[in-house]
């Protein structure tokens, strides 16, 4: 029910991370894989991704302390755990006191399948038939063998929200997450459908370390969308600002 949102909920991306880095070097070499030594799961910040999650976590740590978040919720992948630690850090919050922080599967990267690791090109040659395939279904419902659609990842978001509203009803909660989330999150929150979240995302990627928040509305009960793509803590904190889609993520239709 929508009475029971949060009072406040910031949806964040991750720092840069390594991923980011070496997918850019890549993709303008023209390689077909990326070179990167980790899993996905295991992909660490950029030295920029850590002032990035630094100077958001001073911005935060700025506020009043009555609109301080009550939870983080975070995506179990490294480079979201290590946003999330350095915000706290810098905020300057007792993870174990003062502000609650559960890592939750849920909010983890969409999964490529067998796409995982694949430059643009890299993808045209290797796998044509899929390339063209995406093209004509689009992200939304393309599902690549072993990976997720945007579907297969609002669909566990659902569950995400639910628990949400059930356990944090009338509490301020901050998700550390991937770009894809905070797309998908959008889509639930503000009941878009297919075409209007694919506009919002052919606008551009979300900057790394981007706020989008919503504040609840007493009159409707409902979230309204208060910040989008907000990056003036990482300007206003010296922190470059990268906007760069995920090392794995396939190209946009």
Known sequence: MQENWPQTLWIVRHGQSAGNVARDAAEAAGHVLI???????????????????????????????????????????????ETARLIMEEAGWSADRQVRLRVDERLREKEFGILDRLTRHGIRQKYPELNEQRSHVGKFYFRPPGGESWCDVILRLRSLTEMVTREHRGERVLVVAHQVIVNCMRYLVENLEEHQILAIDAEGDVPNCSVTSYRLDPASESLQLDLVNFISPLVQGGAPVTVEPDAATAPKP
């Open 35 to 81: 070179d990167v030594e980790f899993r996905d799961i295991d992909v660490p910040l950029s030295a920029m991704g850590v002032d990035q999650s630094r100077a958001l976590g001073r911005w935060f740590g700025g506020l009043p302390a009555s609109e301080k978040p009550h939870v983080v919720l975070c995506s179990p992948y490294v480079r979201a755990r």
